[in-house]
């Protein structure tokens, strides 16, 4: 029963992992990542690093929490929900990232033209996944933790 429990969060734990060895792949391959971002009057340079940590974060973030809720709550979260939420958390973070990498040799090759496109698929649809994943774990976690109170009240 425990194992049951816990496979969530080590398949979280698991695609922290892949996402570190996806940077390591990256920085080995070499090309050109950097992101140029302009806000404002303000200018900022993202390096590609810099989103392979934050899914390794996100994904070591889930892990955590689902590990500690399964800890806490006597009355396990639903594996079905835990596993679209796995799905929608992990496949947006790494869409994005390996569309970040894609960014500027799309740039530097003239096709300008092509940007709006490649934002909204690449990088706005996968967001709105991922936000829908956080949703998902939100609503997973409240319902788990109603059905705990019932069955103890």
């Known amino acids: ?61 889930f892990a955590l929490l689902y590990f500690t809720s399964a800890r806490w709550l006597r009355t396990p979260l639903n594996k079905g929900l835990s596993l679209a939420n796995l799905v929608l958390i992990v496949v947006p973070l790494a869409l994005i990232t390996w569309s970040l990498r894609g960014l500027n040799p799309l740039l530097e090759r003239g096709h300008e033209s092509r940007l709006e496109t490649f934002l909204l698929f690449n990088i706005f649809i996968p967001t709105i996944g991922f936000l829908l994943g956080c949703l998902l774990f939100a609503v997973n976690f409240c319902w788990t933790l109603i059905r705990g109170l019932r069955a103890r009240g």
């Open 1 to 61: 029963m425990s194992e049951n429990r816990m496979r969530t969060a080590r398949l979280f734990a698991l695609a922290a992992a892949g996402f570190v060895l996806l940077g390591i792949f990256f920085n080995v391959k070499g090309t050109k990542s950097d992101v140029d971002v302009f806000v404002l009057d303000g200018y900022f340079l993202l390096y590609h690093d810099t989103f392979i940590w934050i899914a390794v974060v996100t994904c070591g973030v």
